[in-house]
């Protein structure tokens, strides 16, 4: 069997299996990047190609480690219809990463000075409640809700749907916005696409507020602010999306709120 009908074969079961269209581009780039790499059709690598493959590979992230683990199982398993228990897909412990924050003040006063009204809604929305990229270009026109001040969040990280709350501000924004760019079906339409680009929300965030940062900082921002505001974990949780409680309560760890509260010894 040639390598291409494998990749079919994968990506047929990866869409069967519902993985979303982002996981399954990365997964198919990775079994492809480790099929180039032992130069011989897929069906004849070995058990040690596979576990060669993992033990050799220069990683640049746990997350990509996680990432090429997962495809090459995939791979493994489905593509070639074998059970790993000869080859060693060992997960790396994960990092405990506190998530980087942008200080209120300056993001406010970034986002007052925006005068492109497109990239001021983008990002001050993003902000708002704390949305993931793929969450602001997947928006729809439809999915605003001025009657009940709420937002659909459809189709989201994991495929779940939620609700977050949609503020005053925020909706005097985008109704100024609509006037001028009139979207018909997705809310934030691309020079040349009916969407707006992951990429360029991300060239955005560089140019207003600061050349290193990107989108995900301002999700991170936003929950944290909230609960330096006494916003409930719980609560937040709701429009984080977050299926554990103790993905929101890492938040807790990087307020200024709750670190100035400490007695130190000197």
Do not use: W
């Not at 074998?82 to 993001?107: A, G, H, M, N, T």
């Not at 005053?168 to 985008?174: G, H, R």
């Not at 707006?196 to 991300?202: A, E, K, L, T, V």
């Not at 944290?224 to 760890?253: F, P, W």
């Amino acid at each position: 069997m040639k390598n291409a009908k494998i990749i079919n074969i994968c990506n047929k079961k990866l869409i069967f299996l519902n993985y979303s269209e982002h996981t399954r581009s990365i997964y198919i780039h990775y079994m492809q990047k480790f099929i180039e790499s032992i130069d011989k059709q897929i069906v004849h690598a070995s058990t040690l190609d596979f576990q060669n493959y993992i033990d050799n590979y220069k990683f640049t992230s746990v997350s990509q480690q996680n990432q090429i683990i997962s495809a090459v199982k995939f791979l493994y398993k489905f593509g070639l219809n074998k059970k790993y228990d000869k080859v060693k897909f060992d997960r790396p412990r994960s990092e405990k990463k506190l998530p980087q924050i942008i200080d209120s003040e300056e993001l406010k006063s970034s986002i007052e000075k925006i005068k492109n009204l497109k990239h001021k809604s983008i990002i001050s929305l993003g902000y708002s409640v704390g949305l993931r990229v793929s969450e602001i270009i997947n928006l729809k026109v439809s999915d605003i809700d001025s009657k009940r001040m709420i937002i659909h969040i459809k189709n989201a990280k994991g495929r779940k749907d939620r609700i977050v709350p949609l503020s005053e501000n925020i909706l005097n924004l985008l109704r100024e916005y609509y006037k001028e760019f009139k979207p018909k079906e997705y809310l934030f339409n691309g020079q040349k696409s009916l969407q707006y680009s992951p990429g360029s929300c991300n060239q955005i965030v560089k140019k207003y507020v600061k050349p290193d940062f990107h989108f995900h900082l301002l999700r991170h921002s936003c929950f944290t602010h909230l609960i330096e505001n006494g916003t409930d974990c719980r609560v937040i949780q709701k429009i984080a999306g977050h299926s554990n409680i103790k993905t929101t309560e890492r938040y807790m760890q990087v307020t200024t709120n709750v670190l100035s509260k400490v007695k130190l010894p000197m």
